[in-house]
């Protein structure tokens, strides 16, 4: 059990060597380092790029999944199965649809924190009333998420004419190539948001004791979770409107690290998340991409695939 | 510094204000360092007194008055609730994955600044801790992995780490075998003094023997507020649990 840093660490190193390689064009590992080729333009301009987006993305999705599920007491939680990812792509899609914004422009993202905000109200409200508990919480998430798919659904069989090459790859959630400079700012912005999550984190321990005692520590339940819903949602609408909702790394992540590391706190569980959490998106991609090339797999499907029976061995043969 | 006395005056307490718990206003007083247990039928209001003792949501109306303390508990900021108030609720919630140690040194989280970091001294004061409460052989394990007897110790430990000056513990025997509710009330008893405890309990031997002060609740009314001689003298027992003897 002392080796399991060793072990994380060399994956950690192995994946980062092994995942630019992978794609439809196979490249050359002496002509990267000669500017002009077209080996050195895949490498620095497409696949560089593309690993510090994904491994960025997979950190913020696996550090936001553990916040939430420490934030409602219950495992289940996360964004993407309170609806709160699905929020933010009805307001982005309802951007584009009716008022011409491109995915991911400013108002576009007001659009969809602005919904993800609105349930997230309605889902504290429903949480300070007599009847919640920790699981019913989830099932009015739930049932939130099902109903604002239903509006997406019915959006975009409105305009069909985009199915497919357009608005559906939001569903499955995808990777974007991204410009060199977007990319770096993607990869610090991700690291960044890690960083804060972690500084102020203490009063989520407590919050895992309930939040009767949990005022006893010194901790305001409501403001404390007002607070990290409103900071983290904004963070998911950014995420949504860059990749589409991408469900499983939150949900699953943070929850193999319970199991496998036993975080002392919620400060290690964000950062072991979050590093595992970017290196499976990246193997993930990874593969996505070298199955069929040059077809490109929608990365969500991948991560369940790969991640599903990951998870549920874990479930099976951990503590 | 001696253990804080707590002045309850005209409480009002439930879940809302249409339908409190109790018909008449509460007046009472618990004496500092004493080890003082609330009983009564379930749903005679005993988890929500307690949990109004702290200024939570169920303290309707009243006031709650805290040793030298001017205001009333509801005002307090929840900083403030940390440096007073310890407590063990009737369920604890806990995350069945996480280990022992960390669980425990969640107690010192009021004092901690930002990081997180623990002082020398409440690191060898956890160290001696542990090491009285017995719980050193647990440290390393996860909650799950405990017995629900061994967990609530754990609990318990949790509440007498924390400094604070008074502890309000709901039901700390439920689930315990016979054994261990008889040392759970010893090590209450050798507690007490240092901090101002308040424990409900169905324990209605364990009252008599241990405790200082009784208060009996009964349906909607405060039946009794004195000392464990005259809760026994005036049979108080008979006339709330009629079918014990």
Known sequence: MKHKPVVLVALSLLVLVMVPWLGSESISFFEIFTPGTLSHRIFWDLRIPRLLVTLSLGGVLASIGGTYQSLFRNPLCEPYILGISSAVLLGLVVAETFFHQKIGSPLSLLFGLGLALLLIVLLMAFSSSAKASSDRVILFGMGANFVLSALLFLLLSFQTKSVGGGTLKWFFGFLPWLETKEAIEFFFGGILFLFLLMIFSRPIDALRLGDSVARTLGVSPFVTRNIYLVFTSIVVAITVSVSGTIGFVGLVIPQVCRIVFCPASMRCLLAQSFLLGALFLSVADGISRSIVPPFEFPVGVITTLLGGPLFLLTLWKGP | ?245
């Open chain 2, 1 to 245: 510094m001696k253990a804080p006395t707590i002045k309850i005056k005209s409480l009002m307490i439930g879940y809302s204000h249409e339908s409190p718990l109790n018909e008449k206003r509460w007046d009472l007083e618990i004496g500092g360092g004493t080890l003082t247990a609330v009983i009564g039928p379930n749903g005679s209001g005993k988890t929500s007194f307690l949990r109004a003792l702290m200024g939570a949501e169920t303290l309707l109306s009243g006031e709650v008055l805290v040793g030298t303390e001017a205001e009333s508990v509801e005002s307090w900021t929840c900083k403030k609730i940390s440096r007073f108030f310890s407590y063990l609720p009737q369920e604890s919630l806990f995350d069945s994955l996480q280990e022992t140690e960390s669980y425990l040194k969640l107690a010192f989280l009021p004092r901690q600044g930002l990081l997180g970091r623990l002082s020398t001294d409440d690191i060898s004061q956890f160290d001696n801790f542990a090491a009285e409460f017995e719980l050193r052989a647990y440290l390393k394990k996860r909650l799950q992995d405990l017995s629900s007897g061994e967990r609530q110790r754990v609990f318990l430990g949790r509440v007498f780490l924390q400094p604070s000056q008074v502890v309000l513990l709901d039901e700390p025997t439920n689930h315990l075998d016979p054994n261990v509710v008889e040392k759970t009330w010893a090590l209450l008893k050798s507690k007490k003094n240092k901090k101002t405890m308040i424990v409900a309990t169905h324990d209605l031997s364990q009252v008599e023997r241990h405790c200082d002060s009784v208060i009996v609740f009964s349906g909607k009314d405060l039946l009794f507020s004195g000392s464990v001689s005259e809760y026994q003298g005036r049979q108080i027992k008979r006339l709330v649990f009629p079918l014990t003897y």
